[in-house]
C-alpha cells in the first residue's frame, strides 16, 4: 500500500474525530462528570454537586483482578532460553505497562502499544491513547495494521508534531494549522525501524471496541443527580417557602431577615415553612436500585455489602462469576496483545543476537488477584506431582512470579543438601 500525504490526512481527519468523540471517556474516569456543568441551579440555594467515581472504581478494580499477578510464562517445550530471554528483555517493566495499557483499553475502547529501541539499545513499549493516535487496518479479518499515526507536542514547544509509523520506516511531519483549523503537513525526515511490520499492537477493550462504562454512563448520571439534589435538600429545604401571614415585608428587609436570622412581624402575625414532604423509603429505594443496576450493568460486586467474615475462596468465585466471564474475555485480547509483543521481542532479538524464538512455543498464565485457598492448592499440586511438570504446577501458585527461576532455586537448595548426615551420625 502507498503511503501519500493524502491518506495520512485522512486518517489525521479520522483522529481528530475519534479524539472528540472519545475525550469525554477520560472526563469521566478523571471525576469531571456531566453534573459539572449541566445540573439545574437554583439562585440564593446550596448547589453542591457529588460525583460518586464509579468508572475509575470499576476500571481500576476489573483490572486489578486481571493483572494484579504478574503474567507467568511457560515454555511449550524444553527451550527454556526462551524464558530467560523475555524475562531478562521484559521483566523490568512489563507488569505495570501491562496494567496501564489495559486500563487506557477500558477508558477509551482501545489503547495502542507501540514498539521500540531505545537509545540505549533495549526493547521497550510505550501506550499511546486514541487522543493522540490513529490505526489504519486493511479490512480483512486478520485485521493487519497497514499504518499508524501519533501526534504529540513536545515540552516548551507549541509546535504539533506528527510520526508515521509504516512496516519500514518512521516519517515526521510538523501540523501547522489556520484560523479556520484547516490543518497542513510539513516532511522534516524519517529513518528505518527493525521490525519489518508496523510496531504499534492494538489493545482492544472487548469485541467492539466502546468503553467499558459506556453503557452505563446514564446511570451515573443519575445517581450524581439524585444524590446531590437530596444533599441539597437538607442543606437548606430545597423545596421550602417561607409563609407570613398577617404581615407584609418589604424586600429589604427580607435581606436583613436572612443575614441576621431574626424576623420581626406585628401582632397576630404568623411565620411558618410550607415544606414539601419526602418519603425517604421511596428515595431510599431509588437509589438502591440504581447502585444495583450500576453494579449488575458492569458484571461487579459491591464489596461494601456485608459479608461473612469466612467466606471461601470458592463461595467468593461464585460472587465473581458475572466480573470472571467479563475478565475472561479481556484476557483473551490481553493475551494476543502479548503475544504480538513478543513476536516483536524475538524479531528484535534475531538481530541483536542472532538467535531464533517462537512466540507460539510460549504459554502465557493469568492468576487472578483473589484470595487463594494455598492449602487446597498445596493439595492439588502433591496429586498431580505424577501427572504434571514441577514448573507447570508451580503456575497454580500465585506468590510464584516465575516457576523456572523457582524450579531452578529449588534444584539448587536440594543440590547442597548432605543427605548422608540428613538423619543424624547414627545413620
Same mark, same amino acid.
Given at each position: 500500500?502507498?503511503?501519500?500525504?493524502?491518506?495520512?490526512?485522512?486518517?489525521?481527519?479520522?483522529?481528530?474525530?475519534?479524539?472528540?468523540?472519545?475525550?469525554?471517556?477520560?472526563?469521566? =474516569?478523571?471525576?469531571?462528570?456531566?453534573?459539572?456543568?449541566?445540573?439545574?441551579?437554583?439562585?440564593?440555594?446550596?448547589?453542591?454537586?457529588?460525583?460518586?467515581?464509579?468508572?475509575?472504581?470499576?476500571?481500576?478494580?476489573?483490572?486489578?483482578?486481571?493483572?494484579?499477578?504478574?503474567?507467568?510464562?511457560?515454555?511449550?517445550?524444553?527451550?527454556?532460553?526462551?524464558?530467560?530471554?523475555?524475562? #531478562?528483555?521484559? +521483566?523490568?517493566?512489563?507488569?505495570?505497562? +501491562?496494567?496501564?495499557?489495559?486500563?487506557?483499553?477500558?477508558?477509551?475502547?482501545?489503547?495502542?502499544?507501540?514498539?521500540?529501541?531505545?537509545?540505549?539499545?533495549?526493547?521497550?513499549?510505550?501506550?499511546?491513547?486514541?487522543?493522540?493516535?490513529?490505526?489504519?487496518?486493511?479490512?480483512?479479518?486478520? #485485521?493487519?495494521?497497514?499504518?499508524?499515526?501519533?501526534?504529540?507536542?513536545? #515540552?516548551?514547544?507549541?509546535?504539533?508534531?506528527?510520526?508515521?509509523?509504516?512496516?519500514?520506516?518512521?516519517?515526521?511531519?510538523?501540523?501547522?494549522?489556520?484560523?479556520?483549523? +484547516?490543518?497542513?503537513?510539513?516532511?522534516?525526515?524519517?529513518?528505518?525501524?527493525?521490525?519489518?511490520?508496523?510496531?504499534?499492537?492494538?489493545?482492544? %477493550?472487548?469485541?467492539?471496541?466502546?468503553?467499558?462504562?459506556?453503557?452505563?454512563?446514564?446511570?451515573?448520571?443519575?445517581?450524581?443527580?439524585?444524590?446531590?439534589?437530596?444533599?441539597?435538600?437538607?442543606?437548606?429545604?430545597?423545596?421550602?417557602?417561607?409563609?407570613?401571614?398577617?404581615?407584609?415585608?418589604?424586600?429589604?428587609?427580607?435581606?436583613?431577615?436572612?443575614?441576621?436570622?431574626?424576623?420581626?412581624?406585628?401582632?397576630?402575625?404568623?411565620?411558618?415553612?410550607?415544606?414539601?414532604?419526602?418519603?425517604?423509603?421511596?428515595?431510599?429505594?431509588?437509589?438502591?436500585?440504581?447502585?444495583?443496576?450500576? =453494579?449488575?450493568?458492569?458484571d461487579e460486586v459491591n464489596f461494601n455489602e456485608n459479608w461473612a467474615s469466612n467466606t471461601s475462596s470458592l463461595a467468593l468465585r461464585n460472587?465473581?462469576?458475572?466480573?470472571?466471564?467479563?475478565?475472561?474475555?479481556?484476557?483473551?485480547?490481553?493475551?494476543?496483545?502479548?503475544?504480538?509483543?513478543?513476536?516483536?521481542?524475538?524479531?528484535?532479538?534475531?538481530?541483536?543476537?542472532?538467535?531464533?524464538?517462537?512466540?507460539?512455543?510460549?504459554?502465557?498464565?493469568?492468576?487472578?488477584?483473589?484470595?487463594?485457598?494455598?492449602?487446597?492448592? %498445596?493439595?492439588?499440586?502433591?496429586?498431580?506431582?505424577?501427572?504434571?511438570?514441577?514448573?507447570?504446577?508451580?503456575?497454580?501458585?500465585?506468590?510464584?512470579?516465575?516457576?523456572?527461576?523457582?524450579?531452578?532455586?529449588?534444584?539448587?537448595?536440594?543440590?547442597?543438601?548432605?543427605?548422608?548426615?540428613?538423619?543424624?551420625?547414627?545413620?
Amino acid at each position: 500500500m502507498e503511503i501519500t500525504e493524502n491518506l495520512i490526512m485522512e486518517c489525521l481527519n479520522e483522529l481528530e474525530k475519534n479524539s472528540a468523540d472519545k475525550k469525554m471517556y477520560k472526563e469521566y =474516569y478523571e471525576g469531571n462528570h456531566s453534573i459539572l456543568n449541566n445540573y439545574a441551579m437554583q439562585d440564593s440555594r446550596s448547589n453542591q454537586k457529588l460525583i460518586f467515581n464509579f468508572p475509575r472504581k470499576f476500571v481500576d478494580n476489573e483490572t486489578g483482578y486481571l493483572l494484579g499477578k504478574p503474567v507467568n510464562f511457560v515454555p511449550k517445550t524444553d527451550n527454556t532460553e526462551i524464558i530467560d530471554c523475555i524475562d #531478562r528483555n521484559l +521483566n523490568h517493566w512489563d507488569k505495570e505497562h +501491562n496494567i496501564n495499557l489495559r486500563k487506557t483499553s477500558e477508558i477509551y475502547g482501545e489503547s495502542y502499544e507501540l514498539n521500540y529501541i531505545n537509545s540505549e539499545g533495549e526493547f521497550c513499549a510505550s501506550i499511546l491513547t486514541p487522543l493522540e493516535a490513529y490505526v489504519l487496518e486493511d479490512g480483512t479479518t486478520e #485485521r493487519n495494521v497497514l499504518l499508524g499515526l501519533h501526534r504529540f507536542r513536545k #515540552r516548551f514547544d507549541d509546535t504539533s508534531y506528527l510520526d508515521v509509523y509504516t512496516d519500514s520506516e518512521i516519517l515526521h511531519y510538523t501540523i501547522d494549522s489556520d484560523q479556520k483549523g +484547516n490543518m497542513d503537513l510539513k516532511y522534516i525526515g524519517k529513518h528505518n525501524h527493525i521490525f519489518n511490520r508496523v510496531p504499534i499492537i492494538i489493545c482492544p %477493550a472487548n469485541s467492539e471496541r466502546r468503553s467499558g462504562f459506556q453503557d452505563v454512563i446514564s446511570l451515573f448520571d443519575a445517581y450524581n443527580v439524585l444524590n446531590s439534589d437530596l444533599v441539597n435538600e437538607i442543606a437548606d429545604h430545597r423545596n421550602a417557602y417561607l409563609i407570613i401571614e398577617n404581615a407584609k415585608i418589604e424586600e429589604e428587609d427580607l435581606l436583613k431577615m436572612k443575614s441576621m436570622g431574626i424576623i420581626q412581624v406585628p401582632k397576630g402575625g404568623v411565620v411558618k415553612w410550607l415544606t414539601k414532604d419526602i418519603n425517604d423509603s421511596f428515595v431510599k429505594n431509588e437509589l438502591d436500585n440504581i447502585e444495583r443496576k450500576i =453494579y449488575d450493568m458492569m458484571d461487579e460486586v459491591n464489596f461494601n455489602e456485608n459479608w461473612a467474615s469466612n467466606t471461601s475462596s470458592l463461595a467468593l468465585r461464585n460472587k465473581l462469576l458475572n466480573l470472571e466471564n467479563r475478565v475472561a474475555i479481556r484476557q483473551a485480547f490481553m493475551e494476543k496483545v502479548i503475544k504480538e509483543r513478543l513476536k516483536n521481542l524475538f524479531i528484535y532479538i534475531k538481530k541483536k543476537e542472532g538467535k531464533v524464538f517462537d512466540y507460539r512455543d510460549v504459554a502465557i498464565k493469568f492468576t487472578r488477584n483473589l484470595p487463594t485457598d494455598l492449602v487446597g492448592l %498445596a493439595d492439588v499440586i502433591v496429586k498431580l506431582q505424577n501427572v504434571c511438570s514441577q514448573e507447570t504446577l508451580l503456575t497454580l501458585l500465585p506468590f510464584v512470579e516465575n516457576p523456572k527461576i523457582e524450579v531452578q532455586k529449588f534444584k539448587a537448595e536440594v543440590d547442597k543438601i548432605d543427605f548422608k548426615n540428613w538423619g543424624g551420625d547414627d545413620e
